[in-house]
């Protein structure tokens, strides 16, 4: 969610989030281990945001983790990078300008540092290839094995 002052944003399916901090606030408070763009308008509002790309830009050229789920991919990623193997929400594949990243129909893709899945069946698949890419894959079995994955 891309938030330049507190408000309270209406998600797609009708969830309500309250911020507890502007955007520049809580860009201020980094670096992040890892930043996370997903949902449709959540992703339009990030690649609209000149203040959300210039984050997930220096996210990119730091090494740091990008995490990328459902639309996000497709509506983000476009606007600022190419050469990456990546997936998204299936009907949105064709967003995908001139072939500039690889779209792969699997449900997790991991292309370096970045991460990205298709969708809401996919987050428990997403959520552990996070966990072992900032943590370990030991702590990747450990947690999914807790969840009885």
Known sequence: ??????????CSRNVYI????????AVAKGPY?????GGMQGSENVAASEEAKALVVEQEKAGRVIG???AAPAVCLPAHGEGKKVTCYPSLEKKFPDG???FQPDKVVVDGQLITSQGPGTAFDFALALVEKLVSAEKRKTVASGLLL
Do not use: G, Q, R
């Open 68 to 70: 990328a789920i459902c």
């Open 100 to 102: 500039k990243n690889t």
């Open 1 to 10: 969610m891309v938030c330049l002052k507190l408000v309270t944003v209406k």
């Open 18 to 25: 309250k911020t507890d901090m502007s955007f520049k606030n």
């Open 33 to 37: 281990d890892a930043v996370i763009p």
